[in-house]
């Protein structure tokens, strides 16, 4: 499964998901282990940048070609590394899914789950 079809999926189970991307990268973030606080997750919605404008805005810093703010040769080939294995990972493996509920009810989607294709 794609990350897209677990986005699909999560907002067929949580439909208030839709109007909020941090909402949404919060229960993201904590099927793959990170859990906050109720009051770090307020604090999370109403103050802090979502992580997709910090990360855009930090590459355009860093393509421009009139500073120095350059990261270093072996954190410009580790991200390549990354970019290859994530290409590898879309086509030979397949990320799985389950849910589960707690004691009061509520399901949750574990995302964190993979099995290869190979």
């Excluded at 949580?14 to 109007?19: E, F, L, Q």
């Excluded at 990360?55 to 070609?65: H, S």
């Excluded at 270093?72 to 493996?93: C, D, G, L």
């Amino acid at each position: 499964m794609t990350r897209p079809e677990k986005i699909e999926v999560i907002y067929d189970n949580y439909p208030d998901m839709v109007n909020s991307d941090k909402d949404l990268i919060l229960y993201w973030w904590s099927r793959e282990g990170l859990v906050l606080t109720d009051k770090q997750q307020e604090i999370f919605n109403s103050n802090c940048t979502a992580p997709e404008f910090i990360t855009r805005d930090a590459r355009k810093v860093r393509a421009d070609e009139s500073n120095n703010h350059k990261a270093s040769k072996a954190v410009e080939e580790a991200r390549e590394e990354n970019m290859r294995e994530q290409s590898y990972n879309a086509v030979h493996k397949t990320p799985q899914y389950s849910t589960y509920e707690d004691s009061n009810g509520n399901t949750f989607i574990n995302l964190s789950e993979e099995q290869s294709c190979t």
